[in-house]
Structure formats: C-alpha cells, structure tokens
C-alpha cells in the first residue's frame, strides 16, 4: 500500500462512518418519530456505528 | 435546541451575507464576482499554457518550463501512480480539473480579486458531479453493470443476514457520501479560509478607525496575523486542488481495479 | 449574536477524539520510522483505532443536530 492509498484509506474511513450513521441514524430518527419511542434514534445511530466499523475493520483490518 | 443571544454593539463579525455579493449590473441578476471569475479563470489557464506550449523549443523557455513542470506534475504524481496501467486517457480531465480547482481557489488572495470562486458551495457540486458520472462510467465500462454494482454493495467474506446492515452503508458511501465530502471538503476549506481573513482584516480595520485609544495598540497585530493567514491560505487553496484531484484519480483507480 | 449551546458542547466533545487521533498517528509514524518493516502490521491496528476515535467525533455531530 502506498502512501496515496493511504490518504484515500482515511478518507474511505471517514466515508463509511459518515454514511453508517446518516442513514441508520436516519433509520431510527424517522423510526423514533413514527413509534414515538426516543431511544430508537440512539440504537440507529449505534447499529449505524456497528455496521461502519464491521465494514473498515473487514476492509483495512484484515491481514 | 437552547438559543443563545448577544447583544454586541460596535464590531460586526463578518458573516455568510458577506459571500452574498449583489450583482455587477442591475439587470443581469446571475452576473456576480464569483460567475465573473470563474470565467476569468478559463481564460488565464488558457491563455497561459497556450502561450507556454506556443513556442516549444528544446531548450525551454522560463514559461514553458512552468507549464511543462505543471502537466509532468498531473501526469506523473497524479495520473500515473494512481491509475497505473492505461492512464493517459484521464490526464485530460485530471489536468483541467487540477488547474482549474487551484486558479479559482489562488483567485482568494490575488490583490483585487480577492475572492475564491469555490467558496459559493455550486461550483463544487458541479465539479464533484463531473468526477462522479465519470469514475461509474469507467467502471461500468470496464466490468459491466451488473459486476460493478454487487462489487459495490456486497463486500465478500460476510455471513449473508449482516448484509441486510452493511449494503446500505455501502451504496450511501459510494453514491451519496463520496460526491459530497468531495465537494464539501473543498467548499468548506475555501470559505473558512475566506471568513479568517476577513475576520482579521476587517478587525483590524475597525480597531485602527473606531476603537478606544488602546484598543489601536493592538490593530498591527491583527493586520500581521492576516498577512501570515494569508500565507496559510496560499498553502491550504494549493492543497485542497490537490486532493480534489488525487481523491478523483483514486476513485477512478478504484473503479478500475477488479475489487475494491 | 445568537447561535445553539449544542454546538459549543460538540466542539467541546471533539476534543477528545482530536487529541486520541493525533497519539495514535504520532506512534503509528513513531513505530514505522523504527521499525519500517513493520507497517503492514501496525496499519491495520492504526486505521481501526482512527475509526474508533472519528466515530465518536461524528456520534458528537450528530448527537449535536438531533438533540
């Protein structure tokens, strides 16, 4: 991997990041709206944060 | 949300109705300084590497010797080691994206001008839209449409039930995340870059005309610290071109490349 | 002026994964610079703790819109 790769490794991080919680955060926002149950936005934004961090470990945390 | 309220008089702090210039003429409403200069932009890049490739002579003139040093830049740092194999057909787009990123942005500090272009957050997008339906067009070129998207959507190694939670994060990423941090990473640079320097230069100029007879003490030192920002701005417009351009050539190599 | 408290209190949050990802660059480069064949091992553990520590700075910005 070179050093190039490696700007866009940080960049791809902070992507899936951004995104896992934009939209399972969405997810649950809207969720915690329509069921009237607040705490559905917290376990969005965590599945989102689980899911983001299942994905950058499965892509650079690999050997 | 819990608001809070100032009542300050005297200095206005500069804000974003400071990037809202009127137009230039009365009865053109689209015509303002930020469309004026990126059509002056146009020109200057043009202007200056036909001139630079005018009189090609072996032994290289001062100015031929700059653009050739600018083209080699795009060509080798940026197109060749990211794209690797087959990347002469990208410089074109990679060279006018570079040049034309970093002139509109070195419009920010040129005396008179002084304003960056790519702090109004349009221009941008558009420049992200153009990398965006190019770096999918070569990949569904290169792999066909089918390939590509199940290459996007469903990283391999995975038990099937946890795709139901990683496939959305990876469509938002590659379809909706990527565009914009592209763009907003550089509009955000600009502006803010912008709003410090007005910051220090406006208050400066405020301590020197309208303040208390210590306050005018302290007036040189915001006027240094502009001209120093000044300086890091130069470094920071050169930078975010930059990774405009090696953001959009990875996205390119990544769309190429067999997997991700 | 007139602004939200929330967004003081996200500044005030970011601090921390601030600081946190800037020690774990400092010895991933410390470690390389030592060591350089050991960069293939020491890239993953240093881009799983980036991502650790900028979740909880964009949980912050989030956190900071939604409340």
């Known amino acids: ?63 | 949300m819990i608001n809070l309220h100032f009542s300050g008089e005297g200095f206005v702090p500069p804000s974003t109705n400071d990037f809202n210039l009127p137009p230039i003429f009365e009865n053109i409403p689209w015509l303002t300084k930020p469309v004026l200069l990126v059509f002056l932009s146009v020109i200057v890049v043009s202007v200056f590497f036909v001139l630079s490739a005018r009189k090609a002579a072996v032994v290289p003139s001062k100015l031929q010797f700059a653009g050739e040093g600018i083209y080699a830049f795009v060509r080798n740092d940026l197109a060749r080691d990211v794209i690797g194999h087959d990347f002469m057909r990208f410089v074109p787009y990679l060279f006018t994206l570079f040049t034309f990123v970093l002139t509109n942005n070195l419009f920010g500090i040129v005396p008179f001008l002084q304003f960056p272009a790519m702090s109004h957050v349009g221009f941008p997008y558009v420049l992200a839209l153009f990398s965006f339906f190019i770096f999918h067009y070569v990949g569904i070129r290169k792999q066909g449409l089918g390939k590509y998207l199940k290459d996007i959507a469903f990283m391999p190694g995975v038990p099937k039930a946890v795709y139901i939670l990683l496939t959305p994060i990876e469509v938002a990423t590659f379809f909706l995340v990527r565009p914009l941090t592209l763009s907003l990473r550089l509009f955000a640079n600009m502006f803010a870059g912008h709003l410090l320097l007005l910051v220090f230069i406006m208050g400066g100029d405020y301590m020197v005309h309208d303040s208390h007879m210590i306050m005018k003490i302290f007036a040189p030192f915001s006027f240094t610290f502009g001209i120093v920002l000044t300086f890091f701005e130069f470094m920071v417009q050169c930078l975010q071109a930059y990774i405009f351009t090696l953001l959009t050539a990875l996205y390119i190599a990544g769309a190429l490349a067999d997997e991700h | 002026m007139t602004g939200t408290l929330n967004l003081v209190g996200f500044g005030l949050s970011a601090i921390g994964p601030a600081i946190a990802t800037g020690m774990i660059f400092a010895a991933y480069i410390n470690g390389v610079a030592r060591q350089p064949e050991a960069r293939s091992v020491l890239q993953p553990i240093a881009f799983l703790g980036f991502a650790l520590a900028e979740a909880l700075a964009l949980f912050g910005l989030v956190l900071a819109f939604v409340l």
């Open chain 1, 1 to 63: 991997m070179t050093r190039k790769n490696e700007a866009d490794a940080y960049w791809s991080i902070f992507g899936y990041l951004a995104s896992g919680l934009l939209f399972w955060g969405g997810v649950g926002y809207f969720a915690s709206r329509f069921f009237d149950k607040p705490y559905l936005t917290l376990i969005g934004l965590l599945l989102g944060v689980t899911g983001a961090i299942y994905l950058i470990w499965l892509r650079f945390g690999r050997q």
